[in-house]
């Protein structure tokens, strides 16, 4: 059994914030990344999936005899959440065999004059497939929301994804790169759609004191305890803890209640993130960098498969997405990494049918690729304090249990 690792590492690669960080400033985060990642102006929401929500209640308006919302059956509880609080029918769609893109059979057979959007989604860092999407969607006069929540920073011919739709966004949550503990950025090309979605979002979002108070505390425990000393406390305990009592769903934060909050960031919150964005480019390349040198490493590992970027595309890595044979072998992995300290996890449960408590929001569906990449898929953090005899202990883990 391997011995627990003295320090907790996290499962994702997050900018750590600095103490200098949380000084006062100019509130200028959403114009300051836009700068950075060379985007028109973004729009700064209280969350991703709350960015989510104002989309789909503006092309909604738009579009009103239009009310399914196609996503990939493995993604993030929170995006059938905010479609079905924006009063739609979210509508899961199988995987390609082995790949975190919608297969294309399923994407176009699940598409007709009903759908109002499709949400192609750059996870774990990967660049997704944005243009069948958009093929599809151009046949029945759908959208395309780009959910690049995992993938702020990541590009593709040069340019930041997020854009090639019609709308699409970032998450600014723990753990997500760049976080102001809980926030988004909304992106649109079109000047006339970014002022529609600005009117959406001040009368979905106000600003509202208690939930500034609530999240400007809940960003000062983040800032203290997003490093080392404090992860034990901050994650490693509560996930040891929940996976005891049999819950993994609680273990990895897949667990989500609605209705999910909607409210404005305030000024301090985004001067924090502002001076924070400063390190982001330097930030994304070290994580680009420790990806080069230990993908070799993993991929020569026999059984398992690392998920990387199509050509032309420049990802970010938070973390490494990896597929063993079977879910056996997978689980045998985990059994010594996911409760000893490395940082190695998964990122979601279940495919979306899947969530018991998603049952009555989430259709049943036959998704047998999206449960397979559920049940095959584990993922390595990539953060900064992972060292060379970390990567060395999980990679011999990995050959034990993937032959
Ligand atoms: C986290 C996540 C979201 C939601 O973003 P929040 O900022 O946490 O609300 C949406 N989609 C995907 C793929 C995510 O991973």
């Not at 000393?229 to 989500?256: E, M, Q, S, T």
């Not at 490395?342 to 049943?364: E, K, M, N, Q």
Request: charged letters at 20%.
């Amino acid at each position: 059994m391997l011995p627990r690792r003295r320090h907790e590492l996290p499962p994702t690669a997050g900018l750590p914030l600095k103490l200098t960080d949380l000084r006062p400033g100019a509130a200028t985060l959403a114009a300051d990344v836009a700068a950075l990642l060379g985007t028109p102006p973004l729009a700064l929401t209280c969350s991703g999936t709350a960015a989510l929500l104002i989309a789909l209640a503006t092309l909604h308006e738009l579009q009103p005899a239009r009310r399914r919302v196609l996503m990939p059956a493995y993604t993030c509880p929170l995006v059938p959440l905010a479609v079905h609080q924006a009063g739609l029918e979210p509508v899961p769609c199988d995987l390609r065999p082995g790949h975190y893109d919608m297969d294309p059979h399923a994407l176009r057979a699940a598409c007709d004059e009903r759908t109002l959007a499709i949400l192609p989604t750059h996870l774990a860092g990967r660049v997704a497939d944005v243009d069948d999407a958009l093929a599809v969607a151009n046949n029945v006069g759908a959208c395309v929301i780009e959910d690049a929540a995992q993938a702020l920073g990541a590009r593709r011919d040069g340019a930041s994804v997020g854009l090639a739709g019609d709308i699409g966004f970032f998450s600014l949550a723990a753990g997500k790169g760049l976080s102001i503990y809980e926030g988004g950025l909304l992106a649109a090309r079109d000047p006339e759609l970014r002022e529609r979605l600005a009117r959406t979002a001040a009368r979905l979002a106000p600003f509202q004191l208690g939930w500034e108070l609530r999240r400007s505390a809940e960003l000062l425990g983040y800032a203290a305890l997003y490093r080392p000393h404090g992860l034990r406390l901050a994650y490693g305990n509560p996930l040891r803890k929940a996976l005891r009592r049999g819950d993994p769903v609680a273990a990895v934060g897949d667990d989500f209640s609605l209705p999910l909050p909607l409210h404005a960031v305030g000024r301090w919150r985004q001067a924090v993130g502002a001076h924070a964005a400063k390190r982001l480019p330097a930030f994304i390349e070290q994580c680009t960098a420790r990806a080069q040198r230990w993908l070799p490493r993993l991929r020569a590992i026999p059984g398992v498969e690392v998920l990387d970027d199509p050509a032309g595309a420049h990802g970010t890595w938070p973390f490494f997405m990896l597929l063993l044979p079977d879910a056996q072998r997978r689980d045998a992995a985990l059994e010594q990494l996911w409760q000893t300290g490395y940082g190695v996890s998964r990122l979601f449960i279940h495919a979306l049918p899947d969530y018991a408590y998603l049952g009555g929001i989430v259709p049943t569906s036959d998704v047998p690729n999206a449960r397979d990449f559920a049940a095959r898929s584990l993922s390595i953090g990539n953060s900064e304090w992972l060292t060379e005899a970390d990567m060395e202990a999980i990679c011999g883990v990995l050959e034990a249990s993937a032959r």
